[in-house]
């Protein structure tokens, strides 16, 4: 409520009254029949709630007639979701995935005007009901989190990059503060979930298309079987070069630094903290340049605020 | 009387909606379209694809914006944010006119991602009008509101729809984007002369007009965008532009959407209900 910049005023109370009873009704869940549940809200009848704001007509109830609106609620939304975690569907099946998503748009009903928010808060949602998934809740919710990281990654805002030599600018390394461009997600995976998600995603594309592209809302051909991946720890990058989106296997010490520097620490102590790490590693010196190199070929580095 | 100041004095001609599934036959072959309709929120992004496909098309073609989320009859207040991120879309494509639905599809922060129907009270009017005003000063650019198909009536309703499309339009000064398929699913859902809804609504604010194909079930027609357009809508385009005057229009294919040639084919027969409008007089 707090993006709401004002309060209805006196006349829209009436329309109010009659827009939150509509919507109470189109927005439960359907029966297993795919009909509007017979029982309202507050438990009376879903037939005479329905009757109080609603005409009938010569063919259809007052009932009736709201459902229409109940099932093209819930079929454009769970069309949604299906199209936007093709991975998660793939590890759990299609029934527990319809499942889980009833239940997550019923706690969690839609906040925002695109639908491309719509499974903003899916990862909170396997995090506290993680029953939906067992009994493969690490790897189902390193798969959500890399395909909300992919929207993200898709669309999300970019601000001028710094190239490699604009980096230091002169300034001192112990006070230098990077930013990352904010459509890049680090992800610290217990599963090789990029190489899972890019084998679903080109199984169920049609041909010809690109591997690792998104090509907005289109409509998928089925998703065919996958085999589950095995337990490897893996750190992610996921990023956008020339508008397509790429998911980036990167070391453990470019990953500390990279969540370092995003935590606001300066790029000395950031890249300190890999150094301790490898210090054994004579050529430390040199592979930190070749990332930095190219981290900023990738347009990753921005100036921090 | 095609153009008019609710289109911003423009005469485009028929156009037909941007689809993913058309991107690359358009940017490669270029075709000749008169003008692309954009659903604004496919394209109210930071950065990305989206945003680089729009800046290729709009090197090459006149583009309008047409919105799905503004709701201007909910009661829940204004997205500000949402109206910052319209507006930075009208700069980016110089859209002579944006339209919206005349419905409502939030209520307490809550998003149904539909266009839902409004009572038709004097009280409901008053508040769409003052949020299309408050809309058209923020983003300097005409708005038009189109009318949706429906399927549920309500006790509350004091008027016909079109009688609540007039006042809303006359209140706001607004203009008119007259979805004539629409029309056409209400009145079989609702029992209605579709002819008394065109004889109506205030020519002289119609901006442009939707055409669309629709879905006949049992007992209710629903309006699926994914057929040519039927007989029946063709006949109540031929009148809206007898009494509007040939106006902007654009073939709405949202699904089970055919080639790019096919739907244009589709959208270019308006063109001749138009022409033969141009070399006929009309009968009073």
């Known amino acids: 409520m707090s993006r709401l910049s004002r309060k209805p005023a006196g006349p829209g109370k009436a329309l109010r009254a009659i827009q939150r009873a509509f919507a109470a009704g189109i927005m439960r869940p359907l029966t297993a029949a795919r009909r509007m549940e017979p029982k309202w809200v507050d438990g009376q009848s879903a037939r005479k709630a329905a009757a109080a704001f609603i005409k009938p007509n010569d063919r259809l109830s007052s009932f009736e007639r709201l459902e229409i609106y109940n099932k093209q609620y819930w079929f454009r939304l769970l069309d949604c979701l299906y199209e936007d975690f093709p991975g998660l569907r793939t590890v759990i099946g299609e029934k527990r995935f319809h499942d889980l998503s009833v239940a997550y748009l019923t706690k969690y009903p839609s906040n925002s005007h695109a639908l491309r928010d719509l499974g903003n808060r899916l990862e909170k949602f396997l995090r506290n009901e993680p029953e939906w998934v067992a009994p493969h809740e690490t790897l189902a919710r390193d798969i959500v989190r890399l395909e909300w990281a992919h929207i993200v990654a898709f669309d999300g805002e970019a601000l001028p990059p710094l190239e490699i030599d604009a980096l230091l600018d002169g300034r001192d390394p112990a006070r230098l503060r990077l930013a990352f461009q904010p459509y890049i997600t680090f992800l610290d995976c217990d599963y090789p979930v990029d190489n899972f998600i890019l084998a679903v995603r080109r199984r169920g594309e049609p041909k010809g298309e690109a591997s690792n592209a998104v090509d907005d809302r289109r409509k998928s051909t089925r998703t065919k079987k996958v085999s589950r991946p095995r337990p490897e720890k893996i750190i992610l990058a996921v990023h956008r070069v020339e508008n397509s989106v790429w998911y980036k296997r990167l070391e453990p010490e470019a990953y500390l630094i990279c969540s370092a520097l995003q935590k606001g620490l300066p790029l000395q102590a950031a890249c300190e903290r890999a150094f301790r790490r490898r210090k054994a590693d004579e050529n430390f010196g040199a592979t930190l340049q070749n990332w930095f190199a190219q981290w900023a070929s990738f347009g990753w580095f921005c100036r921090a605020e | ?284």
């Open chain 2, 1 to 284: 009387m095609p153009a008019n100041r609710f289109n911003n004095f423009t005469n485009y001609g028929i156009g037909i909606g941007l689809r993913v599934p058309h991107y690359q036959h358009i940017l490669s072959r270029k075709p000749a379209v008169d003008w692309f309709e954009i659903i604004s929120e496919n394209f109210m992004v930071d950065a990305g694809r989206p945003l680089r496909v729009l800046d290729q098309i709009l090197e090459q073609y006149r583009v309008v914006q047409h919105g799905v989320a503004m709701y201007l009859g909910s009661t829940d207040g204004l997205d500000r944010e949402h109206l910052r991120k319209l507006k930075r879309l009208v700069k980016r494509t110089n859209t002579p006119w944006l339209s919206d639905h005349l419905c409502w599809g939030s209520v307490d922060g809550r998003y149904t991602h539909d266009l839902l129907p409004l009572p038709y009270t004097f009280a409901a009017a008053a508040h769409v009008a003052q949020r299309i005003r408050e809309v058209r000063d923020f983003l300097e650019v005409p708005i038009l509101v189109e009318n949706v198909s429906s399927y549920a009536e309500f006790h509350a309703s004091e008027m016909t729809e079109w009688e609540f499309l007039g006042e809303v339009v006359e209140k706001a000064d607004a203009g008119i984007l007259l979805d004539v398929n629409n029309i056409y699913v209400s009145s079989q859902n609702h029992n209605f002369n579709p002819c008394d809804y065109l004889e109506y609504i205030p020519h002289h604010r119609v901006g442009q007009i939707h055409i669309a194909g629709h879905s006949k079930f049992e007992k209710y027609i629903l309006d699926t965008h994914d057929h040519p357009v039927l007989d029946p809508v063709w006949k109540m385009y031929a009148r809206a532009i007898e009494l509007a005057g040939p106006t902007a229009t654009l073939l709405e294919w949202d699904d089970r959407i055919p080639t790019f040639d096919e739907v244009h084919r589709e959208a270019l027969k308006a063109a001749k209900f138009c022409k033969d409008l141009l070399h006929e007089p009309v009968v009073a």
